[in-house]
């Protein structure tokens, strides 16, 4: 599945063709374009399968060059996992870890992704809105790699600075939609509040294709209180499936 998503993201030269070179330009995206951070195990089932995205890839120089135009991170991806101790690692660690019963084991069902491959900055999100527009509306960089992986369940950690994009998003296979909660919707985090938006895509037999969980991102919300919100998530996921 990694060598899939690989081949397919050269395949639409991504960082080079015609739309990542005008977005360069046009809005100063300088970073190289990168893999996901993390891909699940192609021998897992893909209703085993759960995804993280975040919103930009940060930085670049830090992974395993496969083209000039792209990096393999997923042996950064790994590490910051599991020895990182910022908010967006740490928690996401203890969700996986808490989940599957194992770090190791969580490894094996987990993919961790971003909805844009590059940035303008090394450690910010200060993405223009037409770069979220090339990336994903154009180019459809993220969303190929959901149709690759194919997850039961997607985690957003995307606050509401990317849901205009995710609205339209679309698994195959998807019929209808049910939202279970509305796009404002918000949950207590310790002494303060997190988006909390979930959407189920359904089948024509009204089975769930997938569903995603939109949620702000950890970083200064309460980790007890997070942590416990996203595996109340997967595990009411469980029961509906």
Not at 46 to 68: H, L, Q
Not at 72 to 93: C, I, M, R
Not at 178 to 205: A, C, M, P, Q
Request: glycine share 4%; hydrophobic share 35%; aromatic share 12%.
């Amino acid at each position: 599945m990694k060598q899939t998503i690989i081949d397919q993201l050269l395949i639409d030269k991504i960082g080079i063709n015609k739309v990542c070179n005008n977005c360069k330009v046009q809005n100063g995206m300088c970073t190289t374009p990168l893999t996901p951070y993390l891909i699940s195990d192609n021998l897992t089932l893909p209703n085993e399968r759960i995804m993280f995205i975040g919103k930009v890839a940060r930085g670049d120089s830090f992974g395993e060059y496969v083209a000039d135009n792209l990096e393999d991170v997923t042996s950064f991806g790994k590490d910051y996992l599991e020895n990182n101790s910022w908010a967006y690692y740490s928690y996401t660690k203890e969700i996986v870890e808490t989940y599957y019963g194992d770090f190791e084991r969580a490894l094996k069902y987990i993919s961790f992704s971003n909805m844009v491959k590059c940035n303008n900055e090394t450690m910010n999100d200060t993405t223009p809105w037409d770069a979220k527009v090339n990336c994903i509306d154009k180019n459809k960089f993220i969303w190929k790699e959901v149709e690759i992986i194919k997850p039961k369940k997607i985690i957003f950690y995307t606050h509401n600075y990317y849901d205009t994009f995710i609205e339209k998003f679309r698994p195959t296979d998807c019929y209808s939609i049910n939202d279970i909660t509305d796009i404002n919707h918000r949950v207590n985090i310790g002494n303060k509040t997190s988006l909390y938006w979930h959407r189920e895509f359904l089948d024509k037999n009204n089975n769930i294709v997938c569903s995603f969980l939109r949620v702000s991102h950890p970083m200064m919300k309460n980790r007890v209180d997070f942590i416990d919100s996203i595996l109340t998530w997967l595990k009411q996921g469980e029961k509906n499936n």
